[in-house]
């Protein structure tokens, strides 16, 4: 695929394509539906890592069939919730999807608040393969803080660049990057420069703004109204399944609570209590990850919508006539 803005600019007219990014609850879904008021014909790409998982679609917030028909969504449902999903398969399927929608001239709004998948995508990430008996091993190697300390020294001897960008405590970065090093053969840096590395993209990027605030009362919000919708039943079904869920499906913020709650290990109101909790701390995880992006325009996420739209409209309109291969970082 030709990543370039050409490969946009050729579909009559419809340009390079738009990246909405934010943490979860700062209303996407809604601002994408909007936008459809304005820019026709409007196909989504969904960046999220969870709503890929069917029979997952009430605690993702995964958009509903109506909301579909409005604007079709691309990378959802993909795969049952015992299957692993990886990066690199989302960069194929995305792949695959852009190719689908250059034959429609259609506009595109990729949308989502997984920002490994948005930067995989947007940057045309070169990612390195998977090495399960590597993994494990390593996985068994960091049972404490202690150990992935020791692994991280074991990283920085073989390969110091991905180290010194590594902090010794993150027990995932740190076993990826030495199953990668290890496995490969190849030093985990080598495969490109790194999640810092912010390249010129034929991608508009343009984020939500939200206070923290704001964004913690939504979090709620929108996870009680998932429970009024059924969420507990979903998680119940999940787990009446012959194939037990994926290691990363069942990581999933709400559903892991409330399957330890279906095992007995939580009463339900602390399931829920917690669930809200580490869902507004991975919220300002997502705001510092896309925070580091010096491409990104922000707009007021807090207003309305249709209003929130226009704003996002602008941007993206006046990028198209700037032309040129980056996004303002305004």
Do not use: C
């Amino acid at each position: 695929m030709n990543w370039g803005p050409s490969r946009w600019d050729g579909a009559e007219g419809v340009g390079r394509p738009l990246a909405l990014v934010g943490p979860t609850a700062s209303g996407k879904t809604s601002v994408t539906l909007a936008l459809a008021d304005l820019v026709q014909p409007l196909e989504a790409v969904a960046a999220d890592s969870m709503t890929v998982y069917r029979h997952m679609n009430v605690g993702t917030a995964t958009p509903s069939l109506a909301e579909r028909a409005l604007v079709p969504h691309h990378l959802i449902d993909l795969v049952d919730a015992d299957e692993e999903f990886s990066v690199a398969r989302f960069q194929r399927a995305a792949n695959e999807a852009f190719d689908d929608i250059a034959t429609r001239s259609a506009h595109v709004v990729v949308v989502g608040g997984t920002g490994l998948y948005h930067q995989a995508l947007i940057d045309h990430l070169s990612l390195p393969g998977r090495y399960p008996d590597v993994a494990l091993q390593l996985e068994a190697d960091a049972a404490g803080e202690s150990d992935v300390k020791a692994l991280h020294a074991r990283l920085a001897g073989l390969d110091p660049t991905a180290a010194a960008r590594i902090q010794p405590t993150n027990r995932r970065r740190v076993i990826r990057a030495l199953e990668v090093t290890l496995g490969s053969g190849r030093p985990f840096s080598s495969f490109g420069p790194g999640l810092e590395a912010y390249p010129p993209s034929p991608f508009v990027l343009v984020g939500l703004r939200l206070g923290r605030d704001v964004t913690a009362r939504r979090v709620e919000k929108r996870f009680m109204a998932m429970m009024d919708a059924g969420l507990l039943d979903e998680v119940r079904a999940l787990l009446d399944r012959p194939q037990p869920m994926s290691r990363t499906a069942a990581q999933a913020l709400g559903y892991r609570e409330l399957a330890e709650h279906l095992r007995g290990e939580r009463t339900l109101d602390n399931a829920v209590s917690t669930a809200i909790v580490r869902t507004r701390q991975f919220a300002v995880r997502q705001e510092r990850w896309f925070r580091r992006d010096p491409r990104l325009t922000w707009v007021d996420g807090e207003a309305d919508a249709a209003t929130v739209a226009s704003a996002a409209h602008r941007v993206w309109t006046d990028a198209k006539k700037w032309g040129g291969p980056g996004a303002s970082g305004r």
